[in-house]
């Protein structure tokens, strides 16, 4: 073996214990619970000892850009998320948890295209009027009467791989669901 092989060859044996990575983008209307599912999802991946790393989206994009920067909201969360996820890449975790909510498929599209891995979209469904309910009960404001708006207006649905009742039970049920049903941790 020439020198420097055993390296290269122990480099690649460690590149092939890490699992390859991917993503869960947790998507629902308003009010779904999916930051909360998020964390729960990252607790239970890390009592598996699974590298994991947990993103609310609202933080890659809660910016206003200057006018005429031809920057957009939308924008400046792929272009965050792509180089994220890099990072995220470069430190081994093998499952991604994203949490946002989304209006269209295109939307669903753009994340995916970001991430450049394999993505499970779950979407968490609850009752309009639960929804209306924990809405009322955190916001106020401009942004309670913008909550209930987007209620109204039924945006955010139907994106989803698959659906997951988030409703009324117990956070840790439904996190433990949805890594049932899609196979996480393999």
Known sequence: MRPGGVDRA???VREMAIRAPEALL???RVGTGKTTVLLAVGDILG???TPY???DLDWLAWASPAPGSGASVSSLLVANLVAVTGTFRDAGIERLVLARYLRTP???DAIRAALAIPVTVVELSAPTALLQERIRSR???RELTEHLAELAAGTGTDLGDL???SGARPVGEIAAEILA???WPA
């Open 26 to 28: 947790l998507v629902g």
């Open 53 to 55: 790393a947990l993103l």
């Open 47 to 49: 009592e598996r000892g």
């Open 163 to 165: 659906v997951v009742e």
């Open 10 to 12: 122990l480099a690649t």
């Open 139 to 141: 916001d106020s404001g």
């Open 106 to 108: 295109t939307e669903v």
């Open 181 to 183: 049903v899609t196979g």
